[in-house]
C-alpha cells in the first residue's frame, strides 16, 4: 500500500455496501478505549474485540490505528456547545466554557484528553482543523461581540483570548494531577473575563497596558 495512504480510510471493497452498525460500534469501541487506555496503549485488536467484529472487518475500513482515530475526532468535532449571547462577556464565556466541560464529562473525554495529539501529525492536524477550529470559532465570537459592545478595547488581542481558555482547560490534567472542572471555570472567568457594574475587567487586556 502506498505510503501516503496509510493514514486515510481505507475505500469499501466493491461488493456488498458497508454496514452503518459496524462502523458506529467501532467508532464507540474506539472511544470507550481511547477514555480507557489512551492513544498509547490503544491497538486495533482491542478495538475489533470491543466491537465485537473481525480484525479483517476492521482493517476494511481503516488502514491502522491513526486513520481510526483521525475519524473518531472528526465525529466527536460537531457537538460544540451553542454560543451563548447574554450581552455579558464573563457570562457568555462562563456558559460556553461549562458547557465544553460537561460535553467533556458526557462522553468525548477520550478525544479532549489525548495527550499524545501533539506527536502524531495527522492527528493534530485533524484537530485543529475539526474540533479546535470549532471551539474557537465560538470563543471568537464571544470576544468578538464583547469588543463591539465596547466591554473590551477596539485593540483588544481577540486570538489571545479566545485560546487562553482552552489552553487552561487542555493543560490543567497535566500540570495539576486532576480534571478541570466548573470551579476553575469560574477561577478563569474572575481572572481574566470578569464583569465590575456596566464595565468589564479583562485581566490580560488591562496588564498588557
Known sequence: MPAEDEGRPREARRGR????????AILSATVEL????????????????????????LYLRWAGKVALVTDVIRQQSGGA???????SLGEDMRLFLRSLLRARQAGRRAVYALSEIATEPELAETWRATTAATMLSGL????????ERGELPADTDVE?????????LRSWQLTQGHRPDQSLVDRVIKQFYRSEGTATTVGVAHTAR
Do not use: C, F, H, N
Open 140 to 147: 471568537r465570537t464571544i470576544v468578538g461581540r464583547a469588543v
Open 81 to 87: 456547545p451553542l454560543v451563548p449571547d447574554t450581552g
Open 17 to 24: 455496501p458497508r454496514d452503518p452498525a459496524v462502523d458506529e
Open 160 to 168: 489571545l483570548l479566545s485560546v487562553l481558555p482552552l489552553a487552561m
Open 34 to 57: 481511547l477514555e480507557e487506555v489512551g492513544y498509547a496503549g490503544l491497538t486495533m485488536e482491542q478495538v475489533a474485540a470491543r466491537a465485537g467484529v473481525g480484525k479483517a472487518s
